[in-house]
């Protein structure tokens, strides 16, 4: 029997602005999901926050995109909201974007990462979790993990990956998506997922010939909804979840967070609207404050066994990762030095706030041709 991992998040209403999801909320979504769990809905779950995103980490035995698992997500973010309105919290309810249900939280406001897949003898797995960026900020370092031989020294050195990995990128404006094969490919994923806003890694399978795994069972998922597009306006952040398996024919877990040692810059920081770099932290450290930011990253390690949850191992709690954190601290003072300007501030057509249309229109009789 397989077993599915489905993460499911949701920004519903947080405290003091956009920093952190109230404790009543991660209660509710608790009970929900514990109730889920006692009727045999669900396997296990464990619900935790990064920032002012509530997310639901379930397992279970009913495939990807299941009706009932999608509306108990659903119902759990409706109830929080309830409670998010009552207590006043900021943005209540932001990112459900309906009251009715209507068969998969898809394009409803929630992000979601899910695979099914046959569990291996052991079966280890990582929940990570953005607040304050957008899905292609996974980009980066879901190409490390699977294609670059100097992140991952399996790629050279493992004989049952040594031949590379398939990596389905989708075109998030225009809804297409392409597999394409690493190493052969390499060149063209990246002329591809270099445009980070455009193009996003949404899964990652085996080859072919892989010795163990499946080839038709991703080992790794991105959520790929972008919000504004969803709702036809701005309406909050994509902040993205993502689920990659380990080991045994796989990177290794060190190889998978090795990809994280590097601050890279993402998209997203206030107001939508700027550049910075990702910081990995522990869930303590999972609220933003610093300009509302910077966009964080945390990592959760399990073990999944028979659809059961053995952990978390709150990863980036690591002094391992206290050098990265000083260098994202440092490109974090160097971004916000250029204040308004490029390339802090988004180019303006990315902005998700704007008062050029405005501005332009009150300067329109003021321009004049240049001779
Ligand atoms: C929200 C976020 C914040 C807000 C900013 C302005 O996830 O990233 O930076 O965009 O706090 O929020 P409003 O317009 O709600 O005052
Ligand atoms: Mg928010
Ligand atoms: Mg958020």
Redesign the pocket.
Known sequence: MKTTVSLIKA?IGSVA??SLVAKELLDIAEEKLKEAKETGLIEDFRVFNVG?DLQLLMTHRKGEDNPEIHELAFNTFKEATKKAKEMKL??AGQDLLSDAFSGNVKGMGPGVAEMEFTERKAEPLIAFAMD?TEPGAFNLPIFKIFADPFNTAGLIIDPSFHSGFIFEIWDIMEHKRVLMRSPEEMYDILALIGSKSTYVIKRVYPKEDHKTLPKDEPVAVVSTEKLYQVAGKYV??D?PVALVRAQSGLPAVGEVLEAFSFPHLVS?????SHNGPILPVSLKDARCTRF?GPPRCVALGFQVSNAKLIGPVDLFADVAFEYTRMKALEVTEYMRRHGPFEPHRLPREEM??TTLPEVLEKLKDRFEPVK
């Not at 997203?268 to 939508?272: A, K, P, S, V």
């Open positions: 920004d602005g956009h002012d900021y943005g304050k909050g952040k902040d997203g920081w206030m107001r939508g509302d998700e706030y």
